[in-house]
């Protein structure tokens, strides 16, 4: 009797073992499978054409003045070209420089068909602004790419507290456009006593908050951010690190 007790015990607790195996195996998979709803995508990129030379006005466009290069999709749009052959033979409109993406309007084709002429805002994101910060950046310049994600840092002197502050205003932000350095992006006028102000901050004293180093960057950003990157600007200056892929 006691050895029927012994064996009918051992059963029952093999049933229960089994019964919490199973269970624990449901729980796994279903951690597993939220964690993989959770890892974001891969940044999709699709491929465009860049003008590998100056193309003038007038100009037919050959293949030797092409070159591939990959942009992210997010910013991708009808105007944008991903088969070569509808460029090749086409003369160009306007002048392109070198290195700008050769788009549909910049074609005789397409200009000379149905009108086609959209503005740039009809391909920024929803809800997002196209912005063009001055930042400073101390490394090779040939290390940033369009396409790389970067932190944006601020740092200021505070004349009341004597004390330098930084603080990062962004973090992994996606370069969508990479332009000359300030001082060649802001000309001075000679002649001229009228200044461009930036609140009260005038072109002279922006120009002096930034180095050889500087770089006009263009990110996608929401309304806020860009508020909070500006009043960094006439704070002090604003840095630039590149971020790891993932």
């Known amino acids: 009797m006691n050895r029927m007790s012994l064996i009918i015990r051992q059963k029952i607790l093999s049933i229960v073992f089994i019964i919490i195996s199973l269970a624990g195996g449901v729980a796994i998979f279903f951690y597993i499978n939220n964690l993989k709803e959770n890892i974001p995508e891969e940044v999709s990129y699709n491929q465009v054409f860049i003008a590998r030379a100056d193309i003038r006005k007038d100009e037919e466009i050959t293949a030797e003045l ?7 999709a997010n910013i991708f749009g009808d105007k944008f070209i991903i088969d070569k052959n509808e460029i090749i033979g086409e003369t160009a409109v306007l002048d392109i420089l070198k290195g700008e993406i050769i788009t549909k309007d910049k074609l005789e084709r397409e200009s000379s068909g149905n009108g086609f002429n959209l503005s740039f805002s009809s391909y920024i994101p929803y809800d997002l602004r196209a912005v063009s910060i001055p930042v400073n950046f101390y490394g090779n310049k040939s290390l940033i790419n369009e396409g790389d994600k970067v932190d944006l840092i601020s740092t200021y002197y505070e004349p009341a507290s004597s004390v330098l502050y930084s603080e990062t205003l962004l973090t992994e932000k996606e370069i969508i456009l990479i332009e000359n350095n300030l001082n060649e992006s802001y000309p001075e006028n000679e002649g001229s006593n009228e200044s461009f102000l930036l609140g009260s901050v005038t072109d002279s004293d922006l120009l002096n908050s930034y180095s050889e ?5 263009t990110f996608y950003l929401s309304k806020s951010e860009a508020e909070e990157v500006f009043m960094a600007i006439e704070r002090g200056t604003v840095n630039l690190s590149i ?3 993932n």
């Open 243 to 245: 971020c790891c892929r």
């Open 66 to 72: 092409l070159e591939e290069q990959k942009i992210p």
């Open 213 to 217: 180093n500087s770089l006009v960057i």
